[in-house]
């Protein structure tokens, strides 16, 4: 996994002698590849005891390995606002950045993925009665693609674009429902909010957003985490969205495989009746 991502995602449950090494390392990147443990303690002003244990702290075995992702998170940078959008570009080259934007979106998404969290969501998903889907703006947009998937394999699920009725819907909310929150920042305030009152009843709720640690994510039962981007101007809506979408792919997937054969007799009869209206 991304050492950049690790350490962003971490950063809630860091110490303060923690933050400041993880500060020191996004800011000198290049340079922190090739430190020793000893070389870094001393820019830090901290000890090799405290490197090793930051490393270990965000997923590594030791500071060696933390240097290995450190340098493919290098290599393979993702792109920047300003150096995708070059008005004296070819459309060529537009074509090559925005491939390769997405190439890394992808590859970063799926390096986030647990597969056993990605199970878990997928059982609670097939054994709920209902499934509520919250998000507003690009969010928005990932719920309503969802709920056309699900709804093409037999499974209820229910969205409203309109921010109150999404909120309305929480305290009729029932105990075998199913609450499914969508934010990449994790902060967006109706679905916090409506995440709180979910809690509050006791409802499972699962959250696609950037960290288990931001308010949406120390709400949900279950965390699917997607990307942290860097900086602000990026391509972040498009970037954000595209990472949403190949979760719910994924979980698309898992759940019409469950039952194979009534997926297809399913999406079968779904084609029948729309072929139906085009003759």
């Not at 070819?90 to 199970?119: C, F, H, P, W």
């Not at 059982?123 to 928005?140: A, D, H, K, P, T």
């Not at 947009?141 to 909120?167: M, N, P, W």
């Not at 029948?272 to 085009?278: G, L, N, S, Y």
Request: hydrophobic share 40%; with cysteine.
């Amino acid at each position: 996994m991304s050492c950049i991502i690790r350490i962003n995602e971490a950063r809630p449950i860091l110490t303060d002698t923690e933050i400041e090494i993880a500060d020191f390392i996004l800011e000198n990147k290049s340079d922190v590849i090739n430190d020793s443990t000893q070389t870094l303690a001393q820019k830090t002003m901290t000890s090799p005891a405290a490197i090793i244990r930051f490393s270990k702290k965000i997923g590594f075995s030791g500071f060696s390995q933390l240097k290995i992702e450190l340098a493919k998170d290098l290599s393979n940078d993702s792109m920047e606002f300003d150096n995708l959008l070059d008005p004296n570009e070819s459309m060529d080259s537009l074509l090559k950045k925005a491939y390769q934007s997405n190439i890394q979106t992808i590859e970063k998404t799926y390096g986030l993925i647990d597969s056993r969290v990605i199970e878990r969501v997928v059982q609670e998903i097939i054994s709920c009665r209902n499934i509520y889907l919250f998000g507003i703006g690009g969010s928005g947009t990932v719920c309503e693609d969802f709920q056309h998937k699900l709804l093409r394999i037999g499974k209820t699920s229910i969205y409203y674009a309109d921010t109150h009725l999404q909120l309305t819907v929480v305290p009729n909310m029932q105990k075998d429902d199913l609450a499914f929150f969508i934010s990449y920042s994790g902060k967006t305030k109706e679905i916090v909010t409506a995440a709180k009152w979910a809690k509050h009843m006791g409802m499972k709720s699962v959250a696609i957003t950037q960290s288990a640690y931001n308010d949406l994510g120390k709400l949900a039962d279950m965390v699917i985490t997607i990307p942290i981007e860097e900086k602000e101007l990026r391509i972040g809506a498009t970037s954000s969205r595209l990472s949403s979408l190949i979760v719910i792919d994924l979980l698309y997937y898992a759940i019409a495989r469950h039952d194979k054969e009534e997926t297809h007799k399913r999406i079968v009869d779904t084609r029948k009746i729309i072929d139906e209206i085009q003759k």
